[in-house]
């Protein structure tokens, strides 16, 4: 069975690109720049550099699945029967375009919910142990 998890990280990504640009005009040309939790910030950035973080899960995603694609490929003993290590790259690259669409929010937010600041280390935690869990599933069954 394969799965789908490419949609939702499409979703994902187009949900990026739309919170960009429908808060276009709403906030300030200049935005905080690695905000702290205490609402303060080291520097500043330009409202347009917000449009590099779709943009960057876009090439990620792009990148991840080419390098998944030509390395099981290359080496077909690493795609295993069940599909887990593609599932297990499908959840990295989702992954990731959550903690950028994070990490958009925060500056979207100007720092001022802290849901998504935290929010972003915790989803690296759960992509990490969904591969170790992947990594046994794929050991218990040889």
């Known amino acids: ?50 449009f590099t973080y779709p943009a960057t899960s876009v090439v990620l995603a792009t990148g991840i699945y080419l390098l998944a694609s030509i390395a099981f490929r290359l080496f077909p003993a690493l795609n295993d029967s069940k599909g887990i290590r593609m599932t297990t790259v499908d959840i990295l690259v989702l992954g990731l375009a959550l903690i950028i669409l994070s990490s958009t929010c925060v500056s979207l937010t100007m720092g001022k919910v802290h849901f998504f600041m935290f929010a972003e280390p915790v989803i690296l935690l759960i992509v990490v142990a969904a591969a170790i869990i992947g990594e046994i599933q794929i050991r218990k069954s040889k």
């Open 1 to 50: 069975m394969k799965n789908r998890l490419w949609i939702i990280t499409s979703g994902v990504i187009l949900v990026n690109f739309a919170l960009v640009l429908c808060f276009r005009r709403s906030l300030p040309e200049i935005l905080p720049f690695h905000i702290s939790l205490d609402g303060s910030y080291a520097s500043t950035m330009p409202y347009t550099r917000l």
